[in-house]
Every structure is written in C-alpha cells, then in structure tokens.
C-alpha cells in the first residue's frame, strides 16, 4: 500500500487505483470528501506502507513533520514523494530535504512541484528535529500547541474579547464552534461555573488532541466536526470566534456556515455569542437566522455580537 499523508484531492488516485492508497487527512472537510471518493482515509498516519506521497501543506514544519512521519513508516530504499504549489514554499522544501538526502528526481508542472527520494538505511539526524519541531508543546501560556494550528503562540486577541464578554453568563449546555486548541473554552468554563456542559467542535484533529491536553475540565467533551455540516438542536448557547479564510484566500462564507450552523444548533431561546474580525460582513446574515442582534462591542480591530433566538424551521 501507499501511504498518502495530508492527503489532498488528486486525479492519482483513480490514475494509479484508488485501492492502493491509504490516506491520512485530519481535517474533517477534507477527510469526508475523499472518504465520499471511495478512498481509505483516516485521521491517523497507518503503522506502514511500502511508499509514501506527501502533499506538502503552507506550514513548513508541519510538511517537515509529515516527511519525518513518512520516512518512520516505509522501509530502507521506499520511495517518499513530496508535492505541493510553489506560492505554499515547495521549492524552499525541497532544498531543505535535498540538503540532506540526495533527491532522485524533481518535475515542475504549473505552479506545483513533485519531488523524491528514497528512505536511507540510516535517516539523518535532520529527521528527528523535523519530528520534534511538528510535536505538541507547550505554548508562552502554558497550553499545548503545535505547528500549524490557529494562533499556536498565544491566545487569539479575538477569542479574549470574547471570553470577557461572556464571563459569567453562559449556563446550561454549551457549544465552542471552531474550538482550535481550546484556550476560548477553558477560559468559558473557568468563568462560567453555571455552565453544565461544553463541547468543543473543531474540524483539526491535530487542534482537538491538543485541546483533550488543555481542557481539562470534566464538563467539557471533543468532537472531531465539520461544524457547516453539523445538525441537530439542544445548545443553551453558541460561542464561536470562526474561521474566515482557507488557505490563503479570505472565505467570509465559511463564518457564514457557523453563524447558520449555530442557528440550527440553538434551542429556540438559545443564544450566539460572536467574534470576528471588523470587516467581516456577517450581519445581513445574523439577522436573517436570529430575531434579535446585539453589537457588543468593537474597536478597530474586532467586534463582539450577541445574537439570540434562531429563526428555525420549527420556530417559524
Ligand atoms: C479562528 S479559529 C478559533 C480557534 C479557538 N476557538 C481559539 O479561540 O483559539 C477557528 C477554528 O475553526 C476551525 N475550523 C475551520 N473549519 C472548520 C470546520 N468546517 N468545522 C469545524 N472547525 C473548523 C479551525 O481549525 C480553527 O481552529
């Protein structure tokens, strides 16, 4: 079998047979998409494989890790291929890794690039700094972070306005829409005693593990979602600080997704609390699925908007 790690999207697997491919891929969007091509995927790098492709990501350790990952799952002289878009630093990869190990071939095509290379018998100590560099951590506030996530180094200056704004009024049961790794709902449950329940979605599996490390708190529980795709109702509140881009691209559409996801959520006397950047243009939305908005707050950087009574199907 070949492993694919940070699988994408791809015309190989069809090319080559889509049976010969066990995929890695922990972002829930992506996951289910090529679970729905037919593909064998999972969260989880496989114990082996006989070759590995890695679709290099934006953040260089976490390519670095995943060819580290790669090279601990193939056998001596495996062929590892690397490919990824030249805007997300696959030249720059590929000098890194061609320092240390001779590549075997490079091939360029539009704006992306293939390389590879064999697993050397013995893997240069190179290796186990990019293992090491992709592993959790603990960030300057004491949570466990790694490469690649959202604001690994500190709290989210967005996600503290938030978590000021809800002190103390949140109860019953209780939902973290995009929750990362958790540094917005540790907070929600130390401030929030009357909370008697807290789940944290977040499409990340990487983001989640850390968040499992961080809360601690036994009313908090984990969902590996992909939150656009959520249903089902029964939260007393919804707080969410959501995504805005994918990849490089501002996507105002996928905030869009979680303010309607959270409307779906909500009982019908729930509640929305909400942060995003200034200029996001979420309010039409807000008040097409809620019958009362509140500005919170703002200030030159973000706003804070309390949104209460989804308009529902059942509702009216
Ligand atoms: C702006 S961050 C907020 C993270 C966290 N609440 C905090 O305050 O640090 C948004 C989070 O949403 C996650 N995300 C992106 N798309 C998602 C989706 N479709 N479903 C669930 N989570 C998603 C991202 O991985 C990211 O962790």
């Not at 240390?100 to 360029?108: A, C, N, Q, T």
């Not at 990487?206 to 969902?223: C, G, M």
């Not at 939260?235 to 994918?246: A, E, I, K, L």
């Amino acid at each position: 079998m070949i492993a694919v790690l940070r699988a994408s999207m791809s015309g190989l697997y069809s090319a080559v047979g889509s049976h010969r491919f066990l995929c890695q891929q922990g972002f829930r969007p992506l996951h289910d998409r090529l679970a729905g091509e037919g593909l064998a995927v999972s969260p989880d790098t496989p114990g082996s494989a006989a070759a590995a492709i890695v679709f290099a990501t934006r953040s260089r350790s976490d390519s670095l890790g995943a060819v580290a990952e790669a090279l601990a799952l193939v056998p001596p002289g495996a062929v590892v291929a690397v490919t990824g878009a030249r805007t997300d630093g696959i030249d720059a990869l590929m000098r890194q890794i061609g320092s240390v190990m001779p590549l075997d071939g490079r091939m360029s095509k539009a704006h992306g690039r293939v390389f590879h290379f064999r697993r050397p018998v013995q893997l240069p100590t190179e290796v186990e700094s990019w293992a090491a560099d992709h592993a959790l951590r603990p960030n300057a506030a004491g949570f466990m972070t790694g490469p690649g996530m959202f604001s690994p180094d500190h709290p989210d200056p967005g996600s503290e306005r938030l978590a000021s704004h809800a002190q103390g009024r949140l109860g019953g049961a209780v939902a973290d829409l995009g929750a990362g790794w958790g540094w917005l709902a540790a907070r929600l449950l130390a401030t929030n005693p009357e909370i008697a329940t807290l789940d944290l979605h977040e499409a990340e599996a990487r983001a989640l593990e850390a968040a499992r490390r961080n809360v601690t708190d036994p009313r908090a529980s984990f969902h590996w979602s992909d939150v656009t795709r959520l249903t089902g109702s029964g939260y007393d509140w919804v707080v969410s600080n959501p995504p805005f881009h994918r990849g490089r691209a501002a996507e105002p559409e996928l905030g869009v997704s979680f303010i309607t996801a959270a409307a779906r959520l909500l009982k019908p006397a729930g509640s929305l609390l909400l942060v995003a950047n200034r200029s996001l243009p979420y309010e039409a939305t807000l008040a097409r699925v809620f019958r009362s908005v509140t500005p919170l707050a703002e200030d030159e950087a973000y706003k804070v908007i309390e949104a209460k009574r989804p308009v529902t199907a059942r509702s009216g």
